[in-house]
């Protein structure tokens, strides 16, 4: 079975709760989705064609304990669980980002399900699978992309609505240049609100680069 791959590369975890610690990426191409402020549109289309075992083999190279399969959207490929199980089997500790609005119910258990349930400004909401919300463990994560106060109050409703502060982690990120995290810190505080703010850490540290290294 093969893949379509934009890139594998190692760099910095800049996001969720492990943030800060090296990672392997494996970013596959197609998405199903068009978000408005996607910082990641390259991957929509093209990519490299390779078997699973050949994108085992570019991982292993890094020796990384972290490896993280994201996109784009993970899930409009066939062959992404297989390649996800291969991961977990292979002893890499396995994390998948997707946008939530594929189901997630068959992936292998030993996965970390970062889902990113998008909000009004996408132009994307109405794509939101919640019934994915309901397979959530303390081993996941939720992440809100907030641009304003109207996604704040989105996020919050979708927090409160499917219980997801009691079912797993979740962070709420500014949207890069459309507002500052300072302000959404500001939100969080004053609503009391027990999420994690997201700042990009990659974005900190390599601030001229599209990709970090």
């Known amino acids: 079975m093969t893949l379509k791959v934009s890139e594998i590369f190692l760099s910095i975890q800049g996001e969720g709760t492990r943030a800060g610690r090296l990672c392997a990426f494996v970013r596959l191409a197609g998405c199903n989705l068009r978000c408005q402020w996607c910082d990641t549109q390259y991957a929509w289309t093209g990519g490299d064609t ?12 890094f020796d990384c304990p972290l490896v993280e399969v994201t996109g784009g959207e993970p899930l409009t490929q066939p062959g992404t669980p297989r390649l996800l199980g291969a991961l977990a089997e292979a002893g890499y500790e396995t994390l998948l980002e997707t946008n939530g609005s594929i189901d997630i119910s068959k992936l292998d258990q030993r996965v970390v399900r970062i889902v990113d349930f998008k909000c009004p400004s996408s132009g994307q909401s109405e794509h939101n699978l919640w019934t994915n919300a309901s397979l959530l463990t303390d081993r996941d994560e939720v992440k809100f992309v907030v641009a304003d106060r109207g996604d704040y109050n989105f996020a919050c409703r979708a927090v409160r609505e499917h219980e997801l502060v009691r079912r797993c982690s979740v962070t709420f990120s500014a949207v890069h240049g459309r507002l500052a995290a300072s302000e959404l810190a500001e939100w969080i505080v004053a609503k009391r609100l027990p999420v994690r703010l997201g700042v990009q850490l990659h974005r900190i540290i390599w601030p001229d680069r599209e990709r970090g290294v």
């Open 50 to 61: 390779m078997s699973i075992d050949d994108v085992l083999a570019r991982v292993s190279a």
